[in-house]
């Protein structure tokens, strides 16, 4: 009999088959570890401080509902805000951000990141399909069915004792609505952009590898065979940040990441995230948080004693 997943509904965690809760922070092109049972890759994200989520992408669709959260996203340059009580629908392959509102503190939002090579079995046009929550062959009956399923999901994670034969009948009947409601249409990408997205995704992928090194615009730029000031124009149109502000951003998510799950000096933190010196790092998180990276990792480990 297979042992039960491990939910933990308060913290952003993986869920697998082995009863452990891995903190994770969107690696840029994902390679989750999938359970072998369920369609998807669940993420229930309740943690303080609010995180931003840098541009990133997923081989399988994605969706992300919010209970109580104001949600910003970019995504393949489109700009989209969703209120509480609604989700957002992500392509395929698509370059999205995630922006929370930060004055919510105890966010109450779920994730869905359905795997590619899976869904592409039941699905194959998968990477040549657009899909979006306001498809004009949606109805707003199909929009409610598919929030009122969101919601039956929370209900059976937040059970001590899950229902796993519910659980898999709700995701797949999510997926099932989102393949036969909410297709918009086939991409229809010129080459030329067809080639810029796809050098993004590698640009993303090359970022993941290397932020705890020296990135300038002008080495990325050269990398991937672009001008310098070309590159920074795709860059910003794509993450609407430059790319020096999106690495820096980049790292301190890593570095909060390391914070929280790691005993680690705060110092060698900051080197092993590609952050010139311990002051750099200490002024670029106090901008961002608000806060020390010591206070943030008291704040942290007090969050986890009560609860």
């Given at each position: 009999?297979?042992?039960?997943?491990?939910l933990?509904?308060?913290?952003?965690?993986?869920?697998?088959?082995?009863?452990?809760?891995?903190?994770i922070?969107?690696?840029?092109y994902?390679?989750?570890?999938?359970?072998?049972?369920?369609?998807?890759f669940?993420?229930i994200?309740?943690?303080?401080?609010?995180?931003?989520?840098?541009?990133?992408w997923?081989?399988?669709?994605?969706l992300?509902?919010?209970?109580?959260?104001?949600i910003?996203?970019?995504?393949?340059?489109?700009?989209t805000?969703?209120?509480?009580?609604?989700?957002?629908?992500?392509?395929s392959?698509?370059?999205?951000?995630?922006?929370?509102?930060k004055?919510?503190?105890?966010?109450?939002?779920?994730?869905?990141?359905?795997?590619?090579?899976?869904?592409?079995?039941?699905y194959?046009?998968?990477?040549?399909?657009?899909?979006?929550?306001?498809?004009?062959?949606s109805?707003?009956?199909?929009?409610k069915?598919?929030?009122?399923?969101?919601?039956?999901?929370?209900?059976?994670?937040e059970?001590?004792s899950?229902?796993y034969?519910?659980?898999?009948?709700?995701?797949?009947?999510?997926?099932?609505?989102?393949?036969?409601?909410?297709?918009?249409?086939?991409?229809?990408?010129?080459?030329?952009?067809?080639?810029?997205?796809?050098?993004?995704s590698?640009?993303?992928q090359?970022?993941?590898?290397?932020?705890?090194?020296?990135?300038?615009?002008?080495?990325?730029?050269?990398?991937?065979?672009?001008?310098?000031?070309?590159f920074?124009?795709?860059?910003?149109?794509y993450?609407?940040?430059?790319?020096?502000q999106?690495?820096?951003e980049?790292?301190?998510?890593?570095?909060?990441?390391?914070?929280y799950?790691?005993?680690k000096?705060?110092?060698d933190?900051?080197?092993?995230?590609?952050f010139?010196?311990?002051?750099?790092?200490?002024?670029?998180?106090?901008?961002?948080?608000?806060?020390?990276?010591?206070?943030?990792?008291k704040?942290?480990?007090q969050?986890?004693?009560?609860?």
């Amino acid at each position: 009999m297979k042992k039960d997943i491990e939910l933990v509904v308060k913290k952003n965690v993986e869920f697998n088959d082995n009863n452990s809760a891995q903190f994770i922070y969107s690696d840029l092109y994902q390679p989750l570890s999938w359970p072998d049972e369920y369609p998807c890759f669940i993420q229930i994200h309740s943690e303080w401080p609010v995180q931003d989520v840098p541009l990133h992408w997923h081989h399988g669709p994605e969706l992300i509902y919010s209970r109580n959260q104001e949600i910003r996203f970019i995504v393949d340059t489109e700009k989209t805000v969703i209120h509480p009580g609604e989700c957002i629908l992500i392509s395929s392959g698509a370059i999205h951000n995630v922006e929370p509102k930060k004055e919510i503190r105890n966010q109450d939002v779920m994730s869905l990141t359905f795997k590619g090579t899976y869904i592409e079995k039941l699905y194959p046009k998968l990477r040549q399909t657009k899909i979006c929550f306001m498809s004009p062959d949606s109805t707003d009956e199909d929009r409610k069915e598919l929030i009122d399923n969101c919601e039956k999901l929370y209900s059976i994670l937040e059970q001590d004792s899950k229902d796993y034969f519910a659980l898999n009948e709700v995701l797949f009947h999510i997926l099932g609505l989102i393949f036969n409601c909410f297709v918009c249409k086939e991409r229809n990408e010129t080459q030329s952009s067809k080639y810029n997205h796809d050098k993004m995704s590698l640009v993303l992928q090359y970022v993941e590898e290397h932020y705890q090194e020296e990135l300038t615009v002008q080495s990325i730029a050269t990398e991937f065979g672009y001008s310098r000031e070309y590159f920074s124009r795709l860059f910003k149109r794509y993450a609407d940040v430059s790319f020096k502000q999106y690495i820096n951003e980049f790292r301190l998510m890593k570095a909060s990441n390391e914070l929280y799950t790691t005993d680690k000096r705060i110092a060698d933190i900051a080197y092993d995230n590609g952050f010139a010196d311990e002051k750099s790092f200490y002024a670029s998180f106090k901008k961002k948080y608000n806060m020390t990276p010591l206070e943030y990792r008291k704040n942290k480990y007090q969050e986890i004693s009560d609860q």
